[in-house]
């Protein structure tokens, strides 16, 4: 199973070369933004593509049974010219960009410095002009306050310091922004566990949080206790998230994404048994084709390094896996419920002798699992069997406004009125109308004026006031919904109710199976799951009076 890590990641090697300038002789010679270097149809280069040098400098280093790129000259070349690229190209503070000019964005910055570090520790690289620019980057990354709530950016500015520190022979230049950093992290872990990731719980990104500060605990050589402790409950978190096929995450998460970065689990596994069963049911999920694409010229680079190095670092010896235990997982602050149940009578809800869940390769009985996002209007997975039967995304309406069509959805995050009760879980709560802004010559004009001449002074600002329009808030559309889950003779029963002053303007109607509506960089990826037709509404919504609402009702 170890190998899957590594059969999945070299298989974007080829990719992440083609994304390469390769020509010694070229001005963007180490340049892996080929829309930049190669089509010519942007104007600055993405500093984020230069972390695809880790992926090279790993498949360089690893004696991976059959790899075609293990100790080829050329390629530790192209990674040293890589690093240098992402030095030359930076702003003169060391910051880079990422979708706009001037932008200095945190996460580029803090992705690309990681694997640089990373890359030039590994091949034993030696130049003065490198470690220059790893300086002036660390120094702007400690001293660089981003909006947004993003646990993730802030654990990676803390690894990236204490590498940075121990590659330039500084441990202690950064010791105040270490600190400061991961007091914040800290601070933004929930009870239950998870990181805050905008306005709530991200399993996906909540993996690479765990990566970060169990990397960053290894580079240090020795256990802290608190960290320790923080590891702790964001694993036994995590291991709720793993769905019964392997598959991990998706669109009941805050963030919409199937992200997962296995190394962390691997470092863990060193001293929490758990954390390698997480790892060992997401192998059975990526052997049978469930992992999720992420092969797009953005950013096919986290992924690849993250399974080279849990490949790495694999722990030989593992545990059996023990099944899970039946219940009801209620996470009241991230709005997640988790309920899982055999489809015989079961025990009293919270009985510490409730029954052990069968395996999934071999169930002795059938079993039911659901995961539902309340603060995301009832989204909503259901699995039996260990098979995935139900992907809902909540209601969407086309409706016409004026010439345009606009989309009201009920998968927004929001403050609805929920009822949890042990067989019955009911949201209610108003529609939002989609966030579709696209870009248009004359927005894209405005905004490069807008940073080439006041914007670059407050890049912070403009990404403020970007992330508010593209992802966070929410306004309300004249819609009203009501959901509701039943357990009703060993099925789930989900009901729905949605009224309207008047459906006259509404031209469509459907319920999808991974329908989001934010601007997240990693998430609409392509899963296997997603192979379901949309439930299509609009007939029923045709020939409904004014005055007469919407009602659906499905078992599971």
Same mark, same amino acid.
């Given at each position: 199973?170890?190998?899957?890590?590594?059969?999945?990641?070299?298989?974007?090697?080829?990719?992440?070369?083609?994304?390469?300038?390769?020509?010694?002789?070229?001005?963007?010679?180490? +340049?892996?933004?080929?829309?930049?270097?190669?089509?010519?149809?942007?104007?600055? !280069?993405?500093?984020?593509? %230069?972390?695809?040098?880790?992926?090279?400098?790993?498949?360089?280093?690893?004696?991976?049974?059959?790899?075609?790129?293990?100790?080829?000259?050329?390629?530790?070349?192209?990674?040293?010219?890589? @690093?240098?690229?992402?030095?030359?190209?930076?702003?003169?503070? &060391?910051?880079?960009?990422?979708?706009?000019?001037?932008?200095?964005?945190?996460?580029?910055?803090?992705?690309?410095?990681? #694997?640089?570090?990373?890359?030039?520790?590994?091949?034993?690289?030696?130049?003065?002009?490198?470690?220059?620019?790893?300086?002036?980057?660390?120094?702007?990354?400690?001293?660089?306050?981003?909006?947004?709530?993003?646990?993730?950016? %802030?654990?990676?500015? $803390?690894?990236?310091?204490?590498?940075?520190?121990?590659?330039?022979?500084?441990?202690?230049?950064?010791?105040?922004?270490?600190?400061?950093?991961?007091?914040? $992290?800290?601070?933004?872990?929930?009870?239950?566990?998870?990181?805050?990731?905008?306005?709530?719980?991200?399993?996906?990104?909540?993996?690479?949080?765990?990566? +970060?500060?169990?990397?960053?605990?290894?580079?240090?050589?020795?256990?802290?206790?608190?960290?320790?402790?923080?590891?702790?409950?964001?694993?036994?978190?995590?291991?709720?998230?793993?769905? !019964?096929?392997?598959?991990?995450?998706?669109?009941?998460?805050?963030?919409?994404?199937?992200?997962?970065?296995?190394h962390g689990f691997e470092i863990a596994g060193q001293w929490m048994s758990s954390a390698l069963h997480i790892?060992?049911?997401?192998?059975?999920?990526? #052997?049978?084709?469930?992992?999720? +694409?992420?092969?797009?010229?953005? @950013?096919?680079?986290?992924?690849?390094?993250?399974?080279?190095?849990?490949?790495?670092?694999?722990?030989?010896?593992?545990? !059996?896996?023990?099944?899970?235990?039946?219940?009801?997982?209620?996470?009241?602050?991230?709005?997640?419920?988790?309920?899982?149940?055999?489809?015989?009578?079961? $025990?009293?809800?919270?009985?510490?002798?409730?029954?052990?869940?069968?395996?999934?390769?071999?169930?002795?009985?059938?079993? @039911?699992?659901?995961?539902?996002?309340?603060?995301?209007?009832?989204?909503?997975?259901?699995?039996?069997?260990?098979?995935?039967?139900?992907?809902?995304?909540?209601?969407?309406?086309?409706?016409?406004?004026?010439?345009?069509?606009?989309?009201?959805?009920?998968?927004?995050?929001?403050?609805?009125?929920?009822?949890?009760? !042990?067989?019955?879980?009911?949201?209610?709560?108003?529609?939002?109308?989609?966030?579709?802004?696209?870009?248009t010559p004359l927005k894209l004009m405005v905004l490069r004026i807008v940073m080439l001449t006041v914007g670059?002074?407050?890049?912070?600002?403009?990404?403020?006031?970007?992330?508010?329009?593209?992802?966070?808030?929410?306004?309300?559309?004249?819609?009203?919904?009501?959901?509701?889950?039943?357990?009703?003779?060993?099925?789930?029963? $989900?009901?729905?109710?949605?009224? #309207?002053?008047?459906?006259?303007?509404?031209?469509?109607? &459907?319920? &999808?199976?991974?329908?989001?509506?934010?601007?997240?960089?990693?998430s609409r990826t392509f899963q296997r799951n997603q192979l379901r037709s949309w439930i299509d509404l609009t007939?029923? @919504?045709?020939?409904?009076?004014?005055?007469?609402?919407?009602?659906?009702?499905?078992?599971?």
């Open positions: 199973m170890r190998e899957l890590f590594a059969q999945h990641a070299l298989a974007q090697i080829p990719k992440i070369l083609t994304l390469l300038d390769r020509n010694p002789h070229s001005p963007t010679y180490g +340049c892996f933004d080929r829309n930049f270097w190669h089509y010519k149809i942007i104007d600055f !280069p993405s500093g984020m593509s %230069q972390e695809f040098v880790y992926p090279l400098a790993l498949a360089y280093c690893l004696p991976i049974p059959n790899n075609p790129f293990y100790e080829k000259a050329v390629i530790r070349e192209w990674v040293e010219a890589g @690093i240098l690229y992402a030095a030359r190209s930076a702003h003169p503070d &060391g910051s880079c960009d990422d979708y706009f000019p001037f932008e200095r964005a945190g996460g580029a910055a803090a992705f690309s410095l990681l #694997a640089c570090l990373e890359s030039y520790q590994m091949l034993g690289l030696d130049n003065y002009e490198i470690l220059k620019f790893f300086e002036k980057r660390a120094d702007w990354l400690a001293e660089h306050n981003e909006s947004g709530r993003l646990t993730n950016h %802030q654990a990676l500015i $803390v690894l990236c310091l204490e590498l940075a520190g121990q590659v330039l022979g500084q441990p202690s230049k950064w010791a105040r922004a270490k600190s400061r950093r991961l007091e914040r $992290v800290l601070e933004w872990q929930s009870e239950e566990g998870w990181f805050q990731e905008y306005e709530g719980c991200d399993p996906g990104y909540h993996t690479l949080t765990i990566w +970060c500060l169990a990397r960053f605990e290894q580079l240090r050589n020795h256990p802290d206790d608190r960290l320790r402790a923080a590891l702790d409950k964001a694993i036994e978190l995590a291991g709720h998230f793993i769905h !019964p096929d392997g598959s991990f995450g998706g669109e009941y998460a805050s963030r919409n994404t199937y992200n997962f970065f296995p790892n060992d049911r997401f192998l059975h999920g990526l #052997a049978n084709g469930l992992g999720p +694409c992420y092969a797009d010229d953005h @950013i096919v680079g986290h992924h690849t390094w993250n399974y080279l190095l849990a490949w790495r670092d694999f722990v030989s010896e593992r545990p !059996p896996l023990s099944p899970r235990r039946v219940g009801h997982i209620w996470l009241k602050e991230a709005q997640i419920l988790i309920d899982r149940r055999t489809t015989f009578p079961s $025990v009293s809800e919270g009985d510490a002798d409730a029954p052990l869940l069968p395996d999934p390769k071999n169930p002795a009985e059938a079993t @039911i699992e659901l995961y539902v996002a309340l603060n995301k209007g009832g989204v909503f997975k259901i699995f039996r069997d260990g098979q995935l039967v139900a992907s809902d995304t909540q209601l969407s309406l086309q409706v016409k406004s004026g010439n345009k069509l606009k989309n009201a959805v009920g998968h927004l995050v929001d403050r609805y009125q929920v009822q949890v009760q !042990p067989h019955e879980v009911e949201i209610r709560g108003q529609l939002g109308w989609s966030k579709q802004q696209q870009m670059r002074f407050f890049p912070n600002l403009i990404r403020k006031l970007l992330q508010k329009m593209l992802i966070t808030g929410k306004s309300e559309a004249p819609f009203y919904f009501t959901r509701r889950f039943s357990w009703e003779k060993s099925h789930w029963l $989900v009901t729905d109710e949605v009224t #309207a002053k008047s459906w006259n303007d509404v031209k469509s109607a &459907g319920i &999808g199976c991974d329908q989001t509506s934010i601007y997240v960089v990693m007939a029923a @919504i045709e020939q409904l009076p004014s005055d007469r609402a919407l009602q659906l009702t499905r078992k599971f």
